[in-house]
Protein backbone atom coordinates (compact mmCIF):
# COMPACT_ATOMS: atom_id res chain seq x y z
CA UNK A 1 0.00 0.00 0.00
CA UNK A 2 1.38 3.53 -0.92
CA UNK A 3 1.89 6.08 1.89
CA UNK A 4 1.70 9.81 0.89
CA UNK A 5 3.85 11.70 3.32
CA UNK A 6 3.25 15.37 3.37
CA UNK A 7 6.11 18.24 4.94
CA UNK A 8 5.75 20.26 7.26
CA UNK A 9 2.49 19.77 8.56
CA UNK A 10 1.92 23.30 9.07
CA UNK A 11 4.24 26.48 7.39
CA UNK A 12 3.92 29.64 8.87
CA UNK A 13 5.07 32.59 6.27
CA UNK A 14 3.59 36.30 4.79
CA UNK A 15 2.44 37.53 1.92
CA UNK A 16 4.80 37.93 -0.62
CA UNK A 17 7.09 34.98 0.39
CA UNK A 18 8.04 31.75 -1.09
CA UNK A 19 6.39 28.63 -0.06
CA UNK A 20 7.64 25.44 -0.53
CA UNK A 21 5.96 22.33 0.35
CA UNK A 22 7.04 18.57 -0.04
CA UNK A 23 5.14 15.20 -0.55
CA UNK A 24 7.04 11.70 -0.36
CA UNK A 25 5.81 8.60 -1.59
CA UNK A 26 6.71 5.25 0.27
CA UNK A 27 7.15 3.64 -3.27
CA UNK A 28 7.81 5.39 -6.62
CA UNK A 29 4.93 6.83 -8.36
CA UNK A 30 4.16 7.87 -12.13
CA UNK A 31 4.74 11.60 -12.53
CA UNK A 32 1.47 11.57 -14.90
CA UNK A 33 -0.30 10.78 -11.91
CA UNK A 34 0.55 13.36 -9.25
CA UNK A 35 -1.71 15.88 -8.00
CA UNK A 36 -1.79 18.97 -5.70
CA UNK A 37 -4.78 20.45 -4.38
CA UNK A 38 -5.72 23.56 -2.30
CA UNK A 39 -8.80 23.48 0.21
CA UNK A 40 -10.04 26.44 2.29
CA UNK A 41 -12.57 25.91 5.36
CA UNK A 42 -15.83 25.24 4.55
CA UNK A 43 -15.22 24.62 0.70
CA UNK A 44 -14.46 21.28 -1.40
CA UNK A 45 -10.58 20.86 -2.16
CA UNK A 46 -9.06 22.48 -6.01
CA UNK A 47 -7.48 20.92 -7.99
CA UNK A 48 -4.09 23.09 -8.41
CA UNK A 49 -1.94 21.10 -10.53
CA UNK A 50 -1.79 17.32 -12.36
CA UNK A 51 0.55 15.17 -14.02
CA UNK A 52 3.06 16.52 -11.02
CA UNK A 53 3.71 20.22 -12.88
CA UNK A 54 0.68 21.13 -15.02
CA UNK A 55 -1.51 23.70 -13.64
CA UNK A 56 -5.04 23.43 -14.01
CA UNK A 57 -7.63 25.52 -15.65
CA UNK A 58 -7.33 29.41 -14.09
CA UNK A 59 -4.59 28.53 -11.50
CA UNK A 60 -2.26 31.61 -11.41
CA UNK A 61 1.70 30.85 -12.47
CA UNK A 62 2.74 31.41 -8.90
CA UNK A 63 1.81 27.92 -8.47
CA UNK A 64 3.95 25.25 -9.61
CA UNK A 65 4.81 21.49 -9.10
CA UNK A 66 7.98 19.60 -9.81
CA UNK A 67 9.48 16.56 -8.55
CA UNK A 68 9.59 12.49 -10.04
CA UNK A 69 10.09 8.42 -8.63
CA UNK A 70 8.92 9.30 -4.79
CA UNK A 71 9.75 12.97 -4.55
CA UNK A 72 7.18 15.95 -5.32
CA UNK A 73 7.10 19.71 -4.77
CA UNK A 74 4.39 22.29 -4.77
CA UNK A 75 6.38 25.84 -5.24
CA UNK A 76 3.78 28.99 -4.65
CA UNK A 77 6.06 31.66 -5.90
CA UNK A 78 4.90 34.75 -3.83
CA UNK A 79 2.07 34.36 -1.86
CA UNK A 80 -0.89 36.09 -1.82
CA UNK A 81 -3.59 36.28 1.03
CA UNK A 82 -5.96 33.77 -0.91
CA UNK A 83 -2.79 31.23 -0.77
CA UNK A 84 -3.30 30.20 3.06
CA UNK A 85 -5.20 26.96 3.36
CA UNK A 86 -4.07 23.48 3.49
CA UNK A 87 -2.92 21.84 0.27
CA UNK A 88 -3.12 17.96 -0.58
CA UNK A 89 -1.23 15.45 -2.80
CA UNK A 90 -2.47 12.96 -4.44
CA UNK A 91 -1.59 9.79 -6.45
CA UNK A 92 -3.06 7.62 -8.87
CA UNK A 93 -2.68 3.84 -10.04
CA UNK A 94 -1.04 2.28 -6.63
CA UNK A 95 -3.36 0.29 -4.47
CA UNK A 96 -5.27 1.93 -2.93
CA UNK A 97 -5.98 3.21 -6.48
CA UNK A 98 -6.37 6.76 -4.74
CA UNK A 99 -4.16 7.83 -1.80
CA UNK A 100 -4.09 11.28 -0.34
CA UNK A 101 -1.25 12.41 1.56
CA UNK A 102 -2.58 14.13 4.91
CA UNK A 103 -1.95 17.58 4.04
CA UNK A 104 0.03 20.76 5.02
CA UNK A 105 -1.57 23.61 6.14
CA UNK A 106 -0.04 27.17 4.89
CA UNK A 107 -0.97 29.78 7.65
CA UNK A 108 0.05 33.07 8.00
CA UNK A 109 2.62 34.71 10.12
CA UNK B 1 -18.92 23.92 -17.12
CA UNK B 2 -19.48 20.20 -15.13
CA UNK B 3 -21.45 20.51 -12.07
CA UNK B 4 -21.77 17.47 -9.25
CA UNK B 5 -24.26 17.99 -6.69
CA UNK B 6 -24.69 15.23 -3.76
CA UNK B 7 -27.81 15.01 -2.08
CA UNK B 8 -29.30 12.35 0.37
CA UNK B 9 -29.67 11.88 4.38
CA UNK B 10 -27.43 14.15 7.01
CA UNK B 11 -27.99 12.23 9.88
CA UNK B 12 -27.71 7.87 9.56
CA UNK B 13 -28.26 5.67 12.82
CA UNK B 14 -25.81 3.38 13.35
CA UNK B 15 -25.35 -0.20 11.88
CA UNK B 16 -27.09 1.58 9.09
CA UNK B 17 -26.51 2.07 5.64
CA UNK B 18 -25.47 5.60 4.22
CA UNK B 19 -26.91 6.20 0.95
CA UNK B 20 -25.76 9.17 -1.34
CA UNK B 21 -26.49 10.08 -4.77
CA UNK B 22 -24.07 12.65 -6.95
CA UNK B 23 -26.05 14.42 -9.68
CA UNK B 24 -23.82 15.53 -12.44
CA UNK B 25 -24.33 18.09 -14.83
CA UNK B 26 -22.38 19.43 -17.73
CA UNK B 27 -21.20 16.23 -18.86
CA UNK B 28 -22.36 12.72 -20.28
CA UNK B 29 -21.29 10.58 -17.40
CA UNK B 30 -21.48 7.85 -19.55
CA UNK B 31 -19.23 9.52 -21.87
CA UNK B 32 -15.91 8.63 -20.03
CA UNK B 33 -13.50 8.84 -17.26
CA UNK B 34 -13.70 8.04 -13.20
CA UNK B 35 -16.45 9.23 -10.98
CA UNK B 36 -15.52 8.99 -7.35
CA UNK B 37 -16.40 9.70 -3.67
CA UNK B 38 -14.45 11.07 -1.30
CA UNK B 39 -14.45 11.71 2.34
CA UNK B 40 -13.42 14.19 5.00
CA UNK B 41 -13.98 13.23 8.85
CA UNK B 42 -14.07 16.60 10.73
CA UNK B 43 -11.02 18.43 11.53
CA UNK B 44 -8.75 15.37 9.10
CA UNK B 45 -7.88 14.78 6.39
CA UNK B 46 -9.56 13.42 2.56
CA UNK B 47 -9.77 9.83 2.48
CA UNK B 48 -10.71 7.45 -0.98
CA UNK B 49 -13.89 5.65 -0.29
CA UNK B 50 -14.07 3.96 -4.00
CA UNK B 51 -14.79 5.04 -7.75
CA UNK B 52 -16.74 3.64 -10.99
CA UNK B 53 -15.56 4.07 -14.14
CA UNK B 54 -17.86 5.06 -16.99
CA UNK B 55 -18.11 1.12 -18.05
CA UNK B 56 -19.06 0.32 -14.89
CA UNK B 57 -16.14 -1.14 -13.93
CA UNK B 58 -15.90 -0.40 -9.78
CA UNK B 59 -12.74 0.29 -7.53
CA UNK B 60 -12.67 0.80 -3.98
CA UNK B 61 -10.75 1.21 -0.84
CA UNK B 62 -9.69 -2.19 0.28
CA UNK B 63 -10.28 -0.58 4.00
CA UNK B 64 -14.02 0.02 3.18
CA UNK B 65 -14.34 -2.59 0.54
CA UNK B 66 -16.69 -4.86 2.27
CA UNK B 67 -18.83 -2.10 2.97
CA UNK B 68 -19.16 -0.25 0.10
CA UNK B 69 -21.18 -0.08 -3.18
CA UNK B 70 -21.21 2.15 -6.19
CA UNK B 71 -23.39 2.43 -9.35
CA UNK B 72 -23.99 4.52 -12.04
CA UNK B 73 -27.06 5.54 -13.42
CA UNK B 74 -26.50 6.94 -17.20
CA UNK B 75 -30.37 7.40 -17.67
CA UNK B 76 -30.41 9.94 -14.64
CA UNK B 77 -26.79 11.52 -15.05
CA UNK B 78 -25.91 10.23 -11.59
CA UNK B 79 -23.56 8.01 -9.42
CA UNK B 80 -24.47 6.88 -5.91
CA UNK B 81 -22.79 5.47 -2.79
CA UNK B 82 -24.07 2.92 0.09
CA UNK B 83 -21.98 2.26 2.97
CA UNK B 84 -23.43 -0.17 5.14
CA UNK B 85 -22.96 -0.78 9.04
CA UNK B 86 -22.07 2.66 9.63
CA UNK B 87 -20.61 3.83 12.80
CA UNK B 88 -19.90 6.79 14.56
CA UNK B 89 -16.50 6.55 12.47
CA UNK B 90 -18.05 6.94 9.40
CA UNK B 91 -19.35 10.70 10.20
CA UNK B 92 -17.41 13.30 7.45
CA UNK B 93 -18.58 15.36 4.48
CA UNK B 94 -18.95 13.28 1.72
CA UNK B 95 -17.82 14.39 -1.75
CA UNK B 96 -18.01 13.24 -5.28
CA UNK B 97 -15.86 14.18 -7.53
CA UNK B 98 -14.97 13.53 -11.60
CA UNK B 99 -11.28 11.96 -12.36
CA UNK B 100 -10.02 12.74 -15.58
CA UNK B 101 -6.53 14.35 -15.55
CA UNK B 102 -6.98 14.22 -11.50
CA UNK B 103 -10.12 14.97 -9.09
CA UNK B 104 -10.86 18.19 -11.72
CA UNK B 105 -14.33 18.68 -10.49
CA UNK B 106 -15.75 18.47 -7.15
CA UNK B 107 -19.26 18.66 -5.22
CA UNK B 108 -19.61 21.17 -2.59
CA UNK B 109 -19.65 18.02 -0.13
CA UNK B 110 -22.54 16.98 2.12
CA UNK B 111 -21.87 16.40 5.63
CA UNK B 112 -23.36 13.30 7.03
CA UNK B 113 -23.71 12.49 10.61
CA UNK B 114 -23.40 8.62 12.30
CA UNK B 115 -25.68 9.08 15.19
CA UNK B 116 -28.54 7.40 17.32
Known amino acids: EIVLTQSPGTLSLSPGERATLSCRAS???????LAWYQQKPGQAPRLLIF???SRATGIPDRFSGSGSGTDFTLTISRLEPEDFAVYYC??????????FGQGTKLEIK | QVQLQESGPGLVKPSETLSLTCAVS?????????WGWIRQPPGKGLEWIGS???????YYNPSLKSRVTISIDTSKNQFSLKLSSVTAADTAVYYC?????????WGQGTRVTVSS
Open chain 2, 97 to 105: AWYKSAFDY
Open chain 1, 51 to 53: GAS
Open chain 1, 90 to 99: QQYGSSPLYT
Open chain 2, 52 to 58: IHHSGST
Open chain 2, 26 to 34: GYSISSGFD
Open chain 1, 27 to 33: QSISSSY
